[in-house]
Each structure stands twice: as structure tokens, then as C-alpha cells.
């Protein structure tokens, strides 16, 4: 084993380039992977092994348990219907992870610096400093790889209140030799043994099957064995992020919601002042501080008002109950960059001591708070009357159509030896339909055996013209609703906002796995068919009708897509304790991920056939005949 002191570092594509001496003073160079943590000063330790050489860090020329090299990788399974996807989490390691990731960073704004002159991703984004890692999650199958997103870890902020408020209760670890009374008394010289997930960025193809859940799994498994801050392991991991309002999935892995930060609503005027005077030259003023005036002062040029005027106009503006909503454009423009609204914050112990402390710690302060869980906000919650049980009895339709008799009309007639003058047939039924709260039903079939004549049969809509529909009086007649394309020439977001409120808005539409920023601010025409469709699919979720209907359901999706929605429809049925019937010909793709309770077989003829899930399967229904 040699003991080797990192006098240089560099980074390069997927290569992190060090220069390292040996105890006599020789420099050699040593190549790792681009996140590899260790950095000038750090001691490295490299043996010979099996598998190749392994590098791990070093302390007073002896190595410690930090892994550095080779570079982490975890495996886990992706259940996506009947399918398990096998998904490799890792370190970036070669050129293709770095063109991976670079084409993942799109999905993600906030402080991302895309400027490579040399197409290289070797800068970090705008506001990273400090330590940084990256782990890429990608599919493998059949020798192929498709990156589906990545987590990024960074070190802890220095100042985070609800981290203050639980880490004040007294700690003391059973192994490591980290323990204080108070945090901010003897606690926060301990900060680096806090890890901190910086973001979680998915391919939008791929939100709404648990990705981010796994990589935040992966992630602490990372931290327990590679993450370190000059050989120190840590011992907590945290996150906070205001779409974890609306998408909680960090709780399934673990995590527990403290509270959310302070931010500056209630200071950021008083501290203008302050900053002024800083600017000013009567006492110093700090990089962060620098930004705010500059902004500010901005303001003040374009709209002619003294610094005091424009500070009186933001304070009076964020008195409100919704700051953002009360500004003009230019307003929020102005002073975006200096207002931080109070965000989520959640920790996870990396240990069982860890974890134990933080669960007495927030017992300790009662029962701890509540976080608005509005990814349950699709549930009604006043309930719905109807009973448990929804059911439609002698269901049947007739089509009753008087012949125009026009030249070409006639021509057929005479060429067929059609002699009547009205068609009266029936189409489909009669059928008795039951489903209990909570079921899925699928309506499949050939196509013009009448598979969506049977679905509208269901609604509470009035029938196409030439239609009859027909159900004993003793049938139910429950709300119903529908896919119906949305309003033209308005931001889909802003449609559901205004329609249904921010939080429920945001709710539907990331669980549809619609969490894309540039589609939440495009109007509905401009989408793709696969994204109105899913647009669509987040309305009917906000309907209050015990009964979901969906017509062609995924018939213009390509599978991935397919088997998503299908996950997603029919955890939404239990959830909200909706009857869902969807109408489908083509069923290879998500059939499994559907999971239907009822298969209702339409047949030319009126014929309707009640088939289980697998007496479908296995017969040869499924199969176009």
C-alpha cells in the first residue's frame, strides 16, 4: 500500500486529473472519475486488489473507510407493469454519462450555466460551491443504456432555521465522536456531517414511476460509504425544495419533515436598508448582499423612485397574502431575485443512532409540524354521497337512423338490396355492469364493435344523435366525467391555477407526470399529443363525479408513456375511490401495468362478454380475434 498527498486537481469531461507525491516528494499523476471527492491536500491511499487498484482517502499515512475509486454504482429493480427495469445508479465514469447528464441539465433551470465554449461539462452551475457529486441513473436492457435522471449532492448551508429548531435538542452519537448540547451552542461546528441533496432531475418521460424516490435511495446509500468532508462521513442527509409541497418523494424514502424555512419575507426590507448602507461604504456588505443592491437599484432606475420608495413598495407588497399575484410583471421581475418565499425542509438520519435522535428530537417538540400534503389534495374531502357499490343494469344501445335518400345513397341501397327506409339495430348489450369504489374496468374489443357507444352509454351525457340508450329504471345514474380538451391560447398551469388553486393545480399535473416547467407555461395547442393527453388525464382527476370515464385511453402513446399512465389510473381509482372505466382496442402495452378488475369483451353482434384479468390473457381475446 503507498500513501500519496494530492498537490494539484483538475476536471475535464468524465476525468478528474490529480498530480500526487509520494512521501520522498516525486510527483505522479493520477486519473479518477469527474466527481471523485478529493482535492488538494487530501491524502490518497491506493492497493492493489483483485478487481484493480482502490484508492481511498488517508489520514496520518493510514487509509480510512472513504472509498474514492472505482467509482460508486448500486443496482436496483424498476417495476413498470409487467415489466422490471433494471436501473444501474452511478457515478459519472465515461463520455457518454457526461452527454447524458448535459441533455438531463435541460430539466432543470435555476442557476445552470449551459455556456461550454468546448461542449464540455466541466464548470458547475452558477452558485455551486464547495464539494459536489453526482450520481446518473440509467436504464440497461438489452446492452443498451438510457440515462432516466440524476441527484446531485453538495455540502450543507450554514443556515437553515428549522435544522436550528430540531438540532436543538442535545446529541450524542454511540460511535462517532459527535455530540452537543445545542446546536448553535457546541452543534454547528458539526455541520459537515450533514450532506445535502442540491436536486433531483428526471426525464420527463420517465416522472411518476418512483425514479426519484430510487435516486434519493441511492443517495444514501452514497453518503453512508463515499460522501466525506476531509475524511469525515455525515451522519444526516437534507433537502428542501418547494416542489416537495406538491410531490413528497423523499417521506417513502425515509425522511422527515421538520418544518419549512424562514426565508426573508418578513426582513428583506428592513435588511435593504442595511444593505444601502453597506453600499454605501458605513459597514461591509457581503457577496449575496451585493446582488440584492444591484437588483434593487435596478428597480430604482427603470422606475425613477429612491431606494426608500422602492424598499416602502416591496414592503407593502409582501404584507399581502399573496405577494407574488399582487406584483406587476416588472415588480416581480425586479425583485425576484431578492425574495426567498419559505420552502419545505426535510432531513433523514444516515444511521439508526442518527435517525432515533432525529424521531425523540421532533417528539420532543410535540408532535412535530405538519406539511399541507397536497399530493392528497386530489381526494374530495367533504366525500361523495353515492354508496360503495355503483352499478348499471340492462344496459343497451340502439341506433335508430331514417336513410337520406340521395343518388348515392340510393345506388348503395340498390347495389345491397337494402329495402327499409329507417335502420333500427341494436348495438351493443344488453349488459349488467357492478363495480365496487375504488375499480378499474376495462371496455376493449375490435374497433366498431362499439366499445365507446357502451362507455358513453355510461355517462350521464346525452347520446350522439341517431343513438338510444336504454337501462332499467332501477340502473344507477351517477356523475360522471370525460377527457375534454382544454382552452386554447392559456398556460396549462395557469388554467388549473385559476381553475382549481395553486396547490391542487400542481397535484394534478405532477401526477400525471406533467412536472415539466416549459410545459406548465405552454398553452395547451402547443403541446404534444402525449402531453394533451396527459393534460386532459389531470383535469378528469380534479372532477368530484364518482365515475371516470376515458375513451381510447393511450392510443396515441407510445408504451413507455402507456404503462406509466396506466400505473398512474389505476392508483388514482384507489385513492380517490373513484369507479374508473377506460375503453381500449390496443391493450398489448399497458395491459399488465392496468391491472383492470373487469374486462367487459365487445363483440359485433351486441355480444358483451365479462372476462377476469387473466382469462383475458390467456385466451385469445387479446390477441385481435
Known amino acids: 500500500m503507498a500513501v500519496y498527498t494530492v498537490k494539484s486537481a483538475s476536471s475535464r469531461g468524465h476525468r478528474r486529473n490529480l498530480v500526487v507525491t509520494n512521501p520522498q516528494g516525486r510527483e505522479s499523476a493520477l486519473q479518477l472519475h469527474r466527481f471523485a471527492l478529493v ?29 474514492i475509486s472505482p467509482h460508486f454504482e448500486s443496482h436496483r429493480d424498476l417495476k413498470l407493469g409487467d415489466e422490471r427495469l433494471k436501473i444501474v445508479i452511478t457515478e459519472i465514469n465515461k463520455e457518454a ?113 418512483g425514479a426519484s424516490t430510487l435516486l434519493v435511495e441511492a443517495a444514501k446509500e452514497f453518503c453512508r460509504s463515499r460522501w466525506h468532508v476531509s475524511g469525515q462521513k455525515p451522519l444526516f442527509l437534507e433537502i428542501s425544495a418547494e ?6 418523494f423523499v417521506t417513502r424514502a425515509g425522511f422527515h419533515y421538520i418544518g419549512d ?27 449575496l448582499q451585493r446582488k440584492y443592491h444591484s437588483a434593487f437599484v435596478a428597480y430604482c432606475q427603470k422606475t425613477k423612485k429612491t431606494f426608500d420608495e422602492a424598499r416602502v413598495v416591496l414592503s407593502e407588497l409582501l404584507k399581502t397574502q399573496d405577494p407574488r399575484s399582487e406584483m ?47 399530493q392528497g389534495a386530489l381526494r374530495i374531502a367533504s366525500g361523495i354521497k353515492e354508496g360503495r357499490m355503483i352499478s348499471f343494469e340492462e344496459v343497451e344501445v340502439f341506433v335508430d337512423y331514417e336513410i ?87 398556460p396549462i398551469f395557469q388554467y388549473f391555477a385559476q381553475k382549481y388553486g395553486t396547490s391542487r393545480a400542481f397535484a394534478a399535473l405532477c401526477q400525471v407526470g406533467l412536472s415539466e416547467a416549459m410545459v406548465f407555461i405552454k398553452p395547451y395547442e402547443v403541446l404534444s399529443m402525449g402531453q394533451r393527453y396527459r393534460a386532459m388525464f389531470a383535469e378528469l382527476t380534479l372532477s368530484d363525479a364518482p365515475v371516470w370515464l376515458i375513451d381510447e385511453f393511450c392510443s396515441n402513446l407510445d408504451p413507455i408513456t402507456s404503462k406509466i399512465l396506466a400505473i398512474r389510473i389505476k392508483r388514482l381509482a384507489t385513492k380517490n375511490d373513484r369507479v374508473v372505466v377506460v375503453a381500449a382496442a390496443n391493450t398489448e402495452h399497458f395491459i399488465e401495468a392496468l391491472s383492470p378488475d373487469q374486462i367487459l369483451l365487445v363483440r359485433n353482434g351486441a355480444v358483451v362478454s365479462k372476462l377476469t384479468k387473466s382469462e383475458y390473457l390467456n385466451g385469445f381475446f387479446n390477441k385481435g380475434f
Open 243 to 248: 416542489m416537495l409541497r406538491y410531490v413528497d
Open 39 to 67: 482535492g488538494p491536500g487530501d491524502q490518497v491511499a491506493m492497493q492493489r486488489v483483485a478487481a484493480g487498484d482502490l484508492v481511498s482517502l488517508a489520514k496520518t499515512g493510514r487509509p480510512i473507510d472513504v472509498v
Open 261 to 287: 424555512t424562514e426565508g426573508n419575507l418578513d426582513r428583506i426590507a428592513k435588511d435593504l436598508h442595511s444593505i444601502e448602507k453597506g453600499a454605501e461604504g458605513k459597514s461591509g456588505i457581503m457577496s
Open 97 to 209: 454519462d457526461i452527454v447524458e447528464f448535459q441533455r438531463l441539465e435541460q430539466f432543470h433551470y435555476k442557476g445552470v450555466n449551459l455556456d461550454q465554449a468546448d461542449g464540455q461539462f466541466d464548470a458547475p452551475p452558477k452558485g455551486v460551491g464547495g464539494r459536489r457529486a453526482i450520481l446518473l441513473a440509467s436504464i440497461v436492457k438489452q446492452g443498451l443504456t438510457r440515462a432516466l435522471g440524476y441527484i446531485e449532492l453538495q455540502m450543507p448551508l450554514l443556515m437553515c432555521k428549522p435544522r436550528h429548531d430540531v438540532f436543538s435538542h442535545p446529541f450524542a452519537h454511540a460511535e462517532a465522536d459527535v455530540a452537543w448540547n445545542t446546536w448553535l451552542g457546541d452543534g454547528q461546528k458539526y455541520v459537515n456531517r450533514i450532506a445535502r441533496i442540491a436536486r433531483v432531475v428526471v426525464d420527463p418521460e420517465f416522472r411518476g414511476i
Open 404 to 490: 337520406p335518400l340521395t343518388q348515392y345513397v340510393r345506388l348503395i341501397m340498390d347495389s345491397f338490396g337494402i329495402e327499409a327506409r329507417r335502420v333500427r339495430s341494436r348495438i351493443v348489450g344488453p349488459v349488467d355492469i357492478a363495480a365496487q369504489r375504488g375499480q378499474l374496468l376495462l371496455i376493449t374489443g375490435a374497433s366498431g364493435a362499439g366499445k365507446s357507444v357502451l362507455l358513453n352509454a355510461l355517462s350521464d351525457q346525452p347520446m350522439g344523435k341517431g343513438l338510444i340508450r336504454k337501462r332499467s329504471k332501477s340502473s344507477a345514474k351517477p356523475r360522471t366525467a370525460t377527457l375534454c380538451p382544454l382552452p386554447e391560447g392559456i
Open 328 to 374: 406587476a410583471s416588472d415588480e416581480w421581475l425586479a425583485f425576484r431575485p431578492i425574495i426567498r418565499f419559505p420552502i419545505p425542509y426535510f432531513v433523514v438520519g444516515l444511521d439508526k443512532c442518527a435517525d432515533d435522535y432525529l424521531k425523540e428530537a421532533i417528539a420532543a417538540r410535540g408532535r412535530g409540524p405538519a406539511i399541507e400534503k397536497n
